[in-house]
């Protein structure tokens, strides 16, 4: 499976954006989609799930301020991301995870808050 992010970029605190990726190659239905994300220094964290049946899970940090989607007839995950924090500044990694299949990686998005 390969992965294709798109949607970072450089937003004000207090802006939003809009991330997106792209699966493609051999994809296994009933799978989980979502977004880690690593800032400078840390370690890669969980910011949000979503099952194909649509069951979300939230990172603490990113409870209502982001929401995942999906749209399986596209093979996309969404994050859409408000009231973004210089907190938030950190490289965000789409992925994919099948019980038989594994986990797939995105290459990265960078986003960047400037206070």
């Known amino acids: 499976v390969q992965l294709q992010a798109s949607g970072g970029g450089l937003v004000q605190a207090g802006g939003s954006l809009r991330l997106s990726c792209v699966a493609s190659?051999?994809?296994?239905?009933?799978?989980?989609m979502g977004w880690y994300r690593q800032a400078p220094g840390k370690q890669r964290e969980l910011v949000a799930s979503?099952?194909?049946?649509?069951?979300?899970n939230y990172a603490h940090s990113a409870e209502g301020r982001f929401t995942i989607s999906r749209d399986n007839a596209k093979n996309t995950v969404y994050l859409l991301m408000i009231s973004l924090q210089p907190e938030d500044t950190a490289v965000y990694f789409c992925?994919?995870?099948?019980?038989?299949?594994?986990?797939?990686w995105g290459q990265g998005t960078l986003v960047t808050v400037s206070s």
């Open positions: 979503i099952t194909s049946g649509g069951t979300t």
């Open positions: 992925y994919t995870h099948h019980r038989y299949a594994g986990r797939s």
């Open positions: 190659g051999r994809i296994f239905s009933n799978n989980v």
